[in-house]
């Protein structure tokens, strides 16, 4: 069974600064971690995702994550926010395996830029 | 590329009515997911169809909650005698084959039994 936690429920910070979403999970097999971005009354939009090579991987609009088996992590980061980007972000794991179609999600984080 | 198409937007429906929730995937993708999302529980998932194929409904509230593809281009997620608890944002999904690729959501669903 798969689970994954996001620690931060509402994240604040100014426009310009650089912003990191926590997301831990806990599954022993090969894992795909993926995130998405919801906009308020919006469907879910796809971010990035990870499931084998370089830890670090390039999402769209600047977002990049880096997978770290040691710490069953997979942070989101941003190095300069846009009032845009305000929105509630999920985290997201299933198994690369055989099994590999039902997404588990996180409770999410809102984050909010402040102009 | 329209995306995955959800309709309607919103639904209001009467305690004890039905509501028949409908999706488009996205041309030639083989896989199509239903999610239900609320502020309690998050995003559930429901069921999931390969290839139109019923493959796995253990999301899904046995009783009053039933989900079909009748083809490749739609499918639909039925609720009888609908409850106040079934109020939330019914999101369908699709990706194409297995693998790796990425599971790209509609816009949603709300539904609101009052």
């Known amino acids: 069974t798969q689970t994954v936690s996001q620690s931060d429920a509402h994240v604040t910070v100014f426009e310009g600064d650089s912003v990191e979403l926590r997301c831990n999970y806990s599954?022993?097999?090969?894992?795909?971690l993926s995130w998405y971005i919801q906009h308020h009354g919006r469907g879910l939009q796809f971010l990035l995702k990870y499931y084998s090579g370089n830890p670090v991987v390039q999402g769209v609009n600047g977002f990049e994550a880096e997978f770290s088996k040691s710490d069953s992590s997979f942070h989101l980061r941003k190095a300069s926010v846009h009032w845009s980007d305000s929105a509630v972000y999920f985290c997201?794991?299933?198994?690369?395996?055989?099994?590999?179609?039902?997404?588990?999600f996180g409770k999410g984080t809102l984050l909010t830029v402040t102009p | 590329n329209a995306g995955v198409i959800q309709t309607p937007r919103h639904k209001v429906t009467g305690k004890g009515q039905e509501a028949t929730l409908w999706c488009e995937p996205i041309s030639g993708h083989s896989a199509v997911f239903w999610y239900r999302q609320t502020i309690v529980q998050g995003l559930e998932f429901l069921t999931y169809?390969?290839?139109?194929?019923?493959?796995?409904d253990s999301g899904m509230p046995k009783e009053r909650f039933s989900a079909q593809m009748p083809n490749q281009s739609h499918s639909t997620l039925k609720i009888q005698s609908t409850q106040p608890q079934d109020s939330a944002v019914y999101l369908c999904?699709?990706?194409?084959?297995?693998?790796?690729?990425?599971?790209?959501f509609g816009k949603g669903t709300r539904l609101t039994v009052v």
């Open positions: 599954y022993g097999g090969s894992i795909y």
């Open positions: 169809f390969r290839n139109q194929a019923p493959i796995d």
């Open positions: 999904a699709s990706r194409s084959g297995t693998g790796h690729t990425e599971v790209f």
């Open positions: 997201a794991v299933r198994d690369s395996g055989g099994s590999n179609y039902k997404l588990t």
